[in-house]
């Protein structure tokens, strides 16, 4: 059975780094992309970084130059680098694995604040 744990989440303030891991256990093949989404209070889930497994990315706008998502295959694990936080970026964070089918985390909260 495939699980995906997140941690690195926490209380950051504005303008700080967070670095997000998402580790996946059990037998998993034929990834074809993972990534990043996160949803706020009363907002839909949006994606946030994507990966291929060419390596292909995808960042939504609003993350651009700050955010950078990368995995290590050995490990079986998927990273978000979070750069230059802005109190926006407040959210629960989930990491997604595709294959034939879907794997979702748990959920790591992000919280940027004062």
């Known amino acids: 059975q495939v699980q995906l744990v997140e941690s690195g989440g926490g209380l950051v303030q504005p303008g700080g780094s967070l670095r997000l891991s998402c580790a996946a256990s059990g037998s998993i093949f034929n990834i074809y992309s993972r990534g990043w989404y996160r949803q706020a209070p009363g907002k839909e889930r949006e994606l946030v970084a994507s990966?291929?497994?060419?390596?292909?990315?995808n960042y939504a706008d609003s993350v651009k130059g700050r955010f950078t998502i990368s995995r290590d295959n050995a490990k079986n694990t998927v990273y978000l680098q979070m750069n230059s936080l802005k109190p926006e970026d407040t959210a629960v964070y989930y990491c997604r694995i595709v294959t034939r089918r879907e794997y979702w985390g748990q959920g790591t909260q992000v919280t940027v604040s004062s």
């Open positions: 990966i291929t497994s060419l390596g292909t990315t």
